[in-house]
């Protein structure tokens, strides 16, 4: 599944992009330094939002960083910000995970849904995503 093209527009706008020169991949990767939310779908349940860093988005999947390994075919649901609207949900599945640093890995993901149904229960659990985030952030500035 592709995201179409307004929406990608859209996501990669909100997220501030820097384009990547040299990629050869068949849809083009933008590459950015940003943070989105994302929950784990654990035996169909949605876990609470976590933040990670994104690396690039394509039309086709994202790449980003956390510091927690996940498994190849794990679901994920990316909180995707559009400017003056709500945050979409895309059901996304994992296709790699390499250790980059000690407890840092990075993440490739493919969409397989734009418009996850779920969306509802995910938006319940973005505050506190954010604040755990914020507190994080914080705990480290100090």
Known sequence: ??????????????????????NKRVLPRVGLTAEVNISFVIDDHVQPMVSVRVRDLSRSGIGFLHSVAIPMAARVILQL???????????????????????????????????????????????????EANRIRDAILK
């Open 1 to 22: 599944m592709k995201l179409d093209n307004q929406l990608f527009r859209s996501v990669v706008s909100a997220l501030r992009s820097s384009r990547s020169e040299g």
């Open 81 to 131: 910000p559009v400017p003056g609207q709500r945050p979409r949900f895309v059901l996304c599945v994992v296709k790699h995970c390499r250790p980059v640093a000690a407890n840092l890995f990075a993440i490739g993901a493919v969409f397989i849904d734009q418009d996850y149904a779920r969306a509802e229960q995910c938006a319940a659990n973005a505050p506190a995503a954010m604040h």
